[in-house]
């Protein structure tokens, strides 16, 4: 059974920091590209941030380039998002997404980042 599992969520100030993490199973993590998304309320679900199945590549949306890292740790099957500098527009329910070529994509639940004074 395929699972996405995030964490790391929660209530952080202006210019505070979160790490989120995305524990998988149920299928070769490896081999997949992963990806954190982010929906803020009355908008559409966007991409944050893309890590290659090897984890030397990555790509980042320019809302958050700079502010943001994403990593993977392949023997453990997580993948992470660092979120440095949070803005109040920062404040989103966070996914996991792990994708390959051919096959549909694997979701995780959300966490919810609330970026508040």
């Known amino acids: 059974q395929v699972q996405l599992v995030e964490s790391g969520g929660g209530l952080v100030q202006p210019g505070g920091s979160l790490r989120l993490s995305c524990v998988a199973s149920?299928?070769?993590?490896?081999?997949?590209?992963m990806s954190w998304y982010r929906q803020a309320p009355g908008k559409e679900r966007e991409l944050v941030a893309v890590?290659?199945?090897?984890?030397?590549?990555?790509m980042y949306a320019s809302s958050v380039k700079g502010r943001f890292a994403i990593s993977r740790d392949n023997a453990k099957n997580t993948v992470y998002l660092q979120m440095n500098s949070l803005q109040p527009e920062d404040t989103a329910v966070y996914y996991c997404?792990?994708?390959?070529?051919?096959?549909?994509?694997?979701w995780g639940q959300g966490t919810q980042v609330t970026v508040s004074s």
């Open positions: 997404n792990a994708d390959i070529i051919g096959q549909r994509p694997y």
């Open positions: 890590i290659r199945s090897g984890g030397g590549r990555t």
């Open positions: 149920g299928f070769t993590f490896s081999s997949y590209v």
